[in-house]
T-cell receptor
Framework: KNEVEQSPQNLTAQEGEFITINCSYS?????LHWLQQHPGGGIVSLFM???GKKKHGRLIATINIQEKHSSLHITASHPRDSAVYIC???????????FGKGTKLSVKP | DARVTQTPRHKVTEMGQEVTMRCQPI?????VFWYRQTMMQGLELLAY????????DSGMPKDRFSAEMPDATLATLKIQPSEPRDSAVYFC???????????????FGPGTRLLVL
């Protein structure tokens, strides 16, 4: 069993829809990251959170430490949101990350 | 606009050849990570450095891979000899870690796409 599980693996949505991507982990962590990888391959860090909720524009990330679960929400989705979203957890003081397999999101106009 | 740079962006080589990938972290960052991404395995950590000292390279095949930071502005990842199974995208990322257990945001380079024939 992977230490970081994401669902769904693939997601297709219509422009404007509300999107949720889930991440569950089985290890103790000190922080969880959401990353975005565009079709061109570049990786951008969207959020790093250790508790509660963070919001940036149309993106919202939440984490429940007790349940070992995080969600990434996209409101009013747009085709430019099409990308692979990767959840990664960090468990120690040194900074190493364990990655989920990613969720491929495609937003149709 | 500070960013992590990686060279080369693409590399095609033949099995058995040496490959060297370079990374320039963001100025002021004290931690550098090397990751490998393949279709089968996704993103995997290979090695990372804090203040130029290697902290963990357990993700690297030791017999052929080596990672170094000759100075604070350059990190290198070498494969010798290269094999077809090394074909992947290699990402470098940098960040700043303090003394506590808090993990900082990592900034990723554009990656080096390696193909070993």
């Amino acid at each position: 069993k992977n230490e970081v599980e994401q669902s769904p693996q693939n997601l297709t949505a219509q422009e404007g829809e509300f999107i949720t991507i889930n991440c569950s982990y089985s290890v103790g962590i000190s922080a969880l990251h959401w990353l975005q990888q565009h079709p061109g391959g570049g990786i951008v860090s969207l959020f790093m959170l250790s508790s509660g909720k963070k919001k940036h524009g149309r993106l919202i990330a939440t984490i429940n430490i007790q349940e070992k679960h995080s969600s990434l929400h996209i409101t009013a989705s747009h085709p430019r949101d099409s990308a692979v979203y990767i959840c990664a957890v960090g468990g120690g003081s040194q900074g190493n990350l364990i990655f989920g397999k990613g969720t491929k999101l495609s937003v149709k106009p | 606009d500070a960013r992590v740079t990686q060279t080369p962006r693409h590399k095609v080589t033949e099995m058995g050849q040496e490959v060297t990938m370079r990374c320039q972290p963001i100025l002021g960052h004290n931690t550098v990570f090397w990751y490998r991404q393949t279709m089968m395995q996704g993103l995997e950590l290979l090695a990372y450095f804090r203040n130029r000292a290697p902290l963990d390279d357990s993700g690297m095949p030791k017999d052929r891979f080596s990672a170094e930071m000759p100075d604070a502005t350059l990190a290198t990842l070498k494969i010798q000899p290269s094999e077809p199974r090394d074909s992947a995208v290699y990402f470098c990322a940098s960040g700043f870690l303090g003394d506590g257990k808090f993990i900082g945001t990592q900034y990723f380079g554009p990656g080096t796409r390696l193909l070993v024939l």
